[in-house]
């Protein structure tokens, strides 16, 4: 039975990085959303910034008709998207069941200094994600809907 492996954790937690690591260990196909954003828009903060969770809910319904395929064929996805939102979880999970595969969520966390150390070292590289400012850092973290006590998942630490 296939997998899905439902990545939670805020900005600069290090999903990406385990992400990328947990493919490897279960050869997995990995759907990274800060990586579609940049081929999408680049670097260019102003083209997602009006919108943002408008921006996600489009790129995520991009996304969601090649992950469930990937599924449905037998093969295991990695979906580091996030999964602010405790709707957006349900409707993912629910989806995953509908495919007939199973499910892992992991809860992907560090400190909030270290967490925004990576998102400087971030901007700095020309290559990487979508530049972010401190106060955005800040203002999107309230944004984030804590796992309820019924959402089993296992913690990752970075």
Same mark, same amino acid.
């Given at each position: 039975?296939?997998?899905?492996?439902?990545?939670?954790?805020?900005?600069?937690?290090?999903?990406?990085?385990?992400?990328?690591?947990?493919?490897?260990?279960?050869?997995?196909?990995?759907?990274?959303?800060?990586?579609?954003?940049?081929?999408?828009?680049?670097?260019?903060?102003?083209?997602?910034?009006?919108?943002?969770?408008?921006?996600?809910?489009?790129?995520?319904?991009?996304?969601?008709?090649?992950?469930?395929?990937?599924?449905?064929?037998?093969?295991?996805?990695?979906?580091?998207?996030?999964?602010?939102? @405790?709707?957006?979880? !349900?409707?993912?999970?629910?989806? %995953? #069941?509908?495919? /007939?595969? &199973?499910?892992?969520?992991?809860? *992907?966390?560090?400190?909030?200094?270290?967490?925004?150390?990576?998102?400087?070292?971030?901007?700095?590289?020309?290559?990487?994600?979508?530049?972010?400012? @401190?106060?955005?850092? !800040?203002?999107?973290?309230?944004? %984030? #809907?804590?796992? /309820?006590? &019924?959402?089993?998942?296992?913690? *990752?630490?970075?």
């Amino acid at each position: 039975m296939a997998t899905a492996h439902l990545i939670y954790g805020y900005i600069g937690t290090g999903k990406t990085t385990f992400a990328r690591k947990l493919e490897r260990d279960v050869a997995a196909v990995r759907f990274t959303s800060d990586e579609w954003l940049t081929t999408l828009f680049g670097d260019d903060e102003e083209a997602i910034k009006p919108d943002v969770a408008t921006v996600n809910a489009r790129l995520a319904a991009a996304m969601q008709p090649v992950w469930t395929r990937c599924l449905v064929l037998g093969l295991d996805v990695i979906l580091d998207l996030g999964f602010w939102s @405790r709707a957006d979880r !349900d409707a993912v999970r629910k989806v %995953v #069941e509908e495919c /007939g595969a &199973d499910r892992r969520l992991y809860h *992907v966390r560090c400190d909030d200094e270290t967490a925004w150390r990576r998102v400087e070292s971030r901007n700095a590289d020309p290559s990487g994600s979508i530049r972010m400012v @401190r106060n955005t850092f !800040d203002v999107l973290k309230e944004r %984030v #809907e804590p796992l /309820g006590p &019924d959402e089993p998942h296992r913690v *990752v630490e970075t």
